[in-house]
């Protein structure tokens, strides 16, 4: 097996690699993530990806390099990290009650091979009340995460009530798809 190294500093994605007892080390991609205007949501994701696989592929030309980004869409509008308590109520409010996408776009690379991919699954919350909202915000902190949430936390718990799709893609990395992928990369 080719040494492993995840592109990502989120402790969701070194946990589900971790899980799935993959040998790996971390290098933080240092990357702009800002993505080109005009460019459709569902494909922000592997954009990103391919870009933090990119800014350290050279400094590890033989090792296979997992890069992740992962979106959460509101009617194709992509609801990023919250900026401040009052940024996480308001885009849970606006999540409950609703379907929303989490899209998380992969680029597995080694030297000149390529591959990327983007999972998307649907998730519908329940209604939330503003207590339900105000509680999980003030006693989850849910400041790096995309959407203001994390399925495996409280809020997954009480609020969701159904997906359609990978439950890892939402925490981050569809970690399924992942290993499976890795035989694109047998010597």
């Known amino acids: 097996m080719h040494k492993i190294i995840l592109a990502s500093q989120s402790p969701r994605r070194k946990q589900l690699m971790e899980a799935a007892e993959l040998d790996f080390e971390i290098v933080i991609a240092d990357v702009d993530e800002t993505n080109p ?19 350290i592929e050279h400094l590890h030309p033989d090792a296979l390099i997992i890069a992740a980004d992962t979106v959460v869409l509101l009617d194709h509008l992509i609801l990023g990290k919250p900026v401040n308590e009052d ?12 379907m929303h996408q989490v899209v998380t776009g992969v680029c ?22 503003s207590e339900q909202v105000k509680h999980y915000v003030s006693h989850y902190k ?11 936390e409280w809020i997954g718990m009480i609020g969701i009530e159904k997906i359609n799709g990978d439950y ?13 992928r890795l035989g694109d990369f047998a010597d």
């Open 87 to 98: 940024d996480a109520i308001q885009m849970l409010t606006q999540l409950a009650g609703r």
């Open 37 to 55: 205007p005009g460019m459709p949501g569902e494909q922000v994701p592997e954009f990103l990806a391919k870009k933090k696989a990119a800014a």
């Open 108 to 129: 597995m690379q080694k030297g000149n091979k390529q591959v990327s991919f983007s999972i998307t699954t649907e998730v519908h919350f329940r209604p939330l009340s």
């Open 168 to 180: 890892y893609n939402v925490m981050g990395l569809p970690i399924g798809e992942v290993v499976k």
């Open 142 to 152: 849910p400041f790096d995460k995309a959407g203001s949430y994390a399925i495996q």
